[in-house]
């Protein structure tokens, strides 16, 4: 198959997606990158030369719309991956009109796809890479007993808030998470480590942690644009990573979750401040469960949630 691969114009973790979806691509198909800041000129070249079946790219909302119909008019498939649903569902809802097939990270998105008429709307998860999270020993300074990677959102500092002050465990914060918890900052038990971190440290710091904390962005946020209310149902990426490094992590609860592990023997969720609290408690005092359930973690995602099982499975949609 030829492919046209579109970048979604973004960077940091976007570089780093489409980096391991281009690899994926690149293994049985014919694939030429494209980024749309060369204009309808260079647009107009590269489908002369290569003739491409299927355009497919990330996100969607930075690639011109002038440009979308253009490859409509010269009977492409058109192809997009909203990796951020539900979180700009107003932007996504009418994006979607646009496309001939539309891949969703979340259930909920996807439902509301194919309720609005869209007859090739798939739910489609982010996955891992196993050859960057894996098992390995670390230095000292990526050890502690629980770790979140991640954005402060409000719920996110409500959750490491209420375990600084309630446990004597140490914490590790990694992201923009300064200014937000300024009033802990002499906290013994809390180390914050401020700013972007690069995948493959991200990695480091999962590896080093006794629990790997993972919540999700709320539905409802004032920065969203999701005046729609979609309520998300799918895990996000991180619970791939965490569980390829072989970690233990302890997952906010999702509808979606049993879709991709069996809970209590994969992996295992937390549904309040409560919950949380106490499952730290138990799973801190139980190496051996903690251990058991994160080899189990991680041999699902290695059948199952690289990124290489979810290309198949776009490719398999394609050629049908």
């Not at 489409?18 to 647009?43: A, W």
């Not at 070249?45 to 003739?51: G, P």
Request: glycine share 4%.
């Amino acid at each position: 198959m030829r492919i046209l691969f579109i970048t979604s114009g973004y960077k940091g973790i976007y570089d780093w997606f489409e980096g391991l979806i281009l690899n994926e691509l690149k293994k049985q198909n014919e694939v030429q990158f494209f980024h749309f800041n060369k204009g309808l000129p260079g647009l107009k070249l590269i489908i002369q030369k290569f003739k491409p079946e299927i355009a497919l790219s990330l996100v969607g909302f930075k690639f011109p719309h002038a440009m979308l119909q253009w490859l409509k008019q010269q009977h492409i498939k058109t192809a997009v991956w909203f990796t951020e649903d539900p979180y700009y569902m107003d932007r996504t809802a009418i994006l979607a009109r646009q496309y001939d097939y539309i891949f969703s990270i979340d259930s909920a998105a996807v439902d509301f796809y194919q309720r609005s008429g869209h007859k090739h709307a798939f739910q489609l998860s982010l996955a891992t890479s196993p050859e960057v999270f894996r098992p390995k020993q670390v230095e000292t300074k990526y050890k502690s007993d629980i770790c979140f990677v991640g954005f402060p959102y409000p719920e996110r500092i409500k959750d490491i808030q209420h375990l600084v002050m309630n446990t004597s465990y140490k914490i590790q914060v990694v992201g923009k998470w300064k200014f937000p918890l300024y009033k802990l900052r002499r906290n013994q038990n809390l180390n914050i480590h401020e700013g972007w971190v690069e995948p493959q440290n991200v990695s480091e710091f999962y590896n080093g942690a006794k629990i790997v904390l993972n919540t999700h962005r709320p539905f409802n946020l004032q920065q969203n644009m999701n005046k729609l209310g979609i309520v998300g149902k799918s895990i996000n990426n991180r619970t791939f990573d965490v569980a390829s490094c072989a970690s233990f992590q302890l997952i906010e609860y999702r509808d979606d979750l049993k879709e991709h592990f069996v809970e209590g023997k994969e992996i295992v969720a937390f549904k309040s401040l409560n919950d949380l609290l106490e499952k730290v408690h138990y799973y801190i005092e139980n190496e051996g469960e903690r251990s058991h359930i994160a080899n189990k973690a991680r041999e699902r995602v290695l059948k199952e949630h690289t990124f290489e099982s979810r290309v198949k499975k776009m490719l398999d949609i394609f050629s049908k």
